[in-house]
């Protein structure tokens, strides 16, 4: 019922296996909801003429698309490095496409980066009058220009100084000519875990943004990568640092407000697949506790629930659960739709919806219905969805979205709506209501959204919420300012 939260970007990496290319393509593609625009792979060969070299192969679309068996062939060696990407920062083009790669004095480096840096314009800027030529126009660049600067050629020790000029949301995965490097921001925005799994040769590591990229590829759950913690692999084995001892999260040298965690609360309500064990937690297991606690502090008269598919499905099954009404399918979502489909002229109504949802009467009609979903955006695709349930023969409509009203846009790697373009930012709840044309709209309470996390603030990030954004935003300002105009100007529903 989004329209539209973007997801942000899925990165995997693989080291000692002799199909490293073709498990991270099966890793990304178990990825593939993190991002749609764009999939990369680069693999390092050791055994080319004695000189290690990066094999690589970016495309723009989808995992399925961008990859063959003739083009995985030619990703040779057992390790490797792979994204999927949706663009918060920089253009939809193929030179944007991640791993961003590039030679240094110290070898090949290739980077996949989930998050966003915040102060990037400001670092580019910097850069670029330092004499840099920038490729790409990916925030994820600068952490090259940054390397390439400095005079280390250990990996990790240059990473320990650079890193401390980036604020804001970044997992990076980073291939080297004789290392893997796994790494989060100290306020562990993003998520990324570290597996194993038994190679010809031994022990095998793997690093992905998500632990259902593990269970695809059979490699075993070992544990999260701590926020700030640099995980080196290599022909010695695993090693672990740290770039910042927490203490310096709260300085002001790397613009971070006071507090020792930041993970991203929009990775449980919507983000991760529910198959996941996210910061520690299976989402399915959240999710269901969201309709719980949406069923308790707005629990109504019904006849059925109905999940909005496939986002709001977990939420509907807890809500139903707790209040006892009947959950149904009341809404089918065809899967296949691509990104080519073709719409006919306006002679077809909601044929944007309905060839993604269809509403089925047989379980609608008569029927005082309860709609879950996990979050409302915008609102003009919930009114779309709402006037075909009631076309299906609905007698009463009510609307609950288990999480709080989405009423900031996110600077951390989620592409989400300036804020005068989010419908709770400048409308009370009852406004929404009549737009949609729901018969009543309940969200979950940010205190009830804690309660089912078992956790609070003081861990996650929540700004999209609650405004209250963990670091310095200096470096978006021009987004900021942009969006007052554009609050002053935007038509109130």
């Known amino acids: 019922m989004k329209n539209s939260w973007k997801e942000e970007c899925g990165v995997f990496g693989i080291w000692n296996h002799p199909e490293a290319a073709k498990l991270t393509y099966l890793g990304l593609y178990a990825m593939q909801h993190r991002g749609q625009e764009s999939a990369g792979i680069v693999s390092l060969d050791m055994q080319s003429a004695g000189q290690p070299v990066h094999r690589i192969h970016k495309s723009l679309g989808l995992v399925a698309d961008a990859f063959s068996e003739s083009t995985l062939a030619k990703l040779t060696g057992s390790v490797a490095i792979g994204h999927v990407r949706y663009s918060t920062t920089g253009d939809n083009s193929v030179v944007n ?9 110290s070898g090949p480096l290739a980077v996949a980066h989930n998050g966003n840096i915040v102060n990037s314009s400001i670092l580019r800027t910097a850069l670029q009058r330092d004499g840099a030529i920038f490729q790409a126009t990916s925030d994820t660049e600068i952490l090259l220009h940054l390397l390439a600067k400095h005079p280390s050629n250990d990996l990790v020790s240059a990473l320990t100084e650079v890193l401390k000029n980036l604020v804001g949301a970044y997992s990076f995965v980073i291939l080297a000519h004789d290392r893997m490097v796994a790494l989060r921001d100290p306020l562990g ?4 875990v570290l597996g194993q799994m038994k190679s010809g040769s031994g022990l095998c590591y793997v690093v992905a943004s998500e632990t259902c990229a593990l269970d695809l590829i059979g490699a075993q759950f070992v544990r999260e990568i701590e926020p700030g913690e640099i995980v080196e692999i290599s022909s010695e084995g695993i090693k672990s640092s740290r ?7 709260a300085g002001q040298a790397n613009g971070q407000t006071n507090r020792k965690s930041a993970n991203c609360v929009f990775e449980h309500v919507y983000f991760s697949r529910p198959d996941s064990v996210v910061f520690g937690k299976s989402v399915y297991d959240s999710r269901k506790k969201f309709g719980e606690k949406l069923a308790e502090e707005s629990g109504i008269e019904a006849d059925v629930v109905i999940p909005v598919p496939d986002s709001g499905v977990p939420a509907a099954i807890g809500y139903s659960q707790k209040s006892g009404i009947p959950f149904e399918f ?5 899967h296949y739709i691509g990104r080519t489909f073709i719409q006919p002229a306006q002679s077809i109504r909601d044929v944007g919806v309905k060839i993604k949802l269809n509403p089925q009467p047989q379980i609608l009609k008569d029927k005082r219905v309860v709609v879950i979903d996990d979050s409302l955006v915008r609102g003009t695709t919930s009114q779309k969805i709402i006037a075909l349930i009631r076309q299906a023969g609905a007698k009463e409509v009510h609307l609950r979205i288990a999480s709080p009203p989405t009423t900031g846009p996110c600077y951390y790697g989620v592409d989400t709506p300036q804020k005068s373009q989010l419908i709770a930012s400048q409308n009370s709840i009852e406004d929404i209501r009549k737009y949609i044309g729901a018969d009543s709209l309940a969200y979950l309470s940010e205190d009830g959204m804690w309660k089912a996390l078992s956790s609070g603030p003081e861990r996650f990030c929540a700004a999209c919420f609650n405004g209250e954004y963990p670091t310095s935003l200096k470096g978006v300002e021009t987004k900021k300012n942009t969006d007052q105009k554009d609050k002053s100007q935007a038509k109130q529903i």
Do not use: H, K, Y
């Open 243 to 249: 770039f910042t001892d927490g203490t310096e999260v």
């Open 189 to 192: 925005f993003r998520p990324l």
């Open 330 to 334: 009341g809404i089918i979502r065809n």
């Open 97 to 105: 496409a991640q791993p961003l790669t590039s030679e240094l004095l």
